[in-house]
Nanobody
Framework: QVQLVESGGGLVQAGGSLSLSCVAS????????LGWYRQAPGNQREFLAS???????LYADSVQGRFTISRDNAQNTVTLQMNSLKPEDTAVYYC??????????????WGQGTQVTVSS
């Protein structure tokens, strides 16, 4: 059973920075893709960024250049560094783990979410 535990959310002023971390237990770092999503009230869950075990990254246009995703395979952790935060970044942020098998997603797991609030 994969468990994802997030930390690092909170309240920040516009223009500020926050760093979110997620520890993935129960999943081998050699065959997973770790990522971050967010969901604001009334909106669908939105993809933000992902990183493969080999370090390949993907970003949503909305956060490209402001957010940076990284991972530590030895610790099986993923970090999202968020800079130049805007009030519209306010949402619950979720860690995501996709277990891969032969190029396909064989299972997907979610963290419990952490609130990020950006004040204007």
């Amino acid at each position: 059973q994969v468990q994802l535990v997030e930390s690092g959310g909170g309240l920040v002023q516009a223009g500020g920075s926050l760093s979110l971390s997620c520890v993935a237990s129960g999943s081998s770092s050699s065959n997973n893709v770790l990522g971050w999503y967010r969901q604001a009230p009334g909106n669908q869950r939105e993809f933000l960024a992902s990183i493969s075990s080999g370090g390949n990254t993907l970003y949503a246009d909305s956060v490209q250049g402001r957010f940076t995703i990284s991972r530590d395979n030895a610790q099986n952790t993923v970090t999202l560094q968020m800079n130049s935060l805007k009030p519209e970044d306010t949402a619950v942020y979720y860690c995501n783990c996709k277990r891969m098998w032969l190029g396909y997603v064989s299972a997907q797991y979610w963290g419990q979410g952490t609130q990020v609030t950006v004040s204007s």
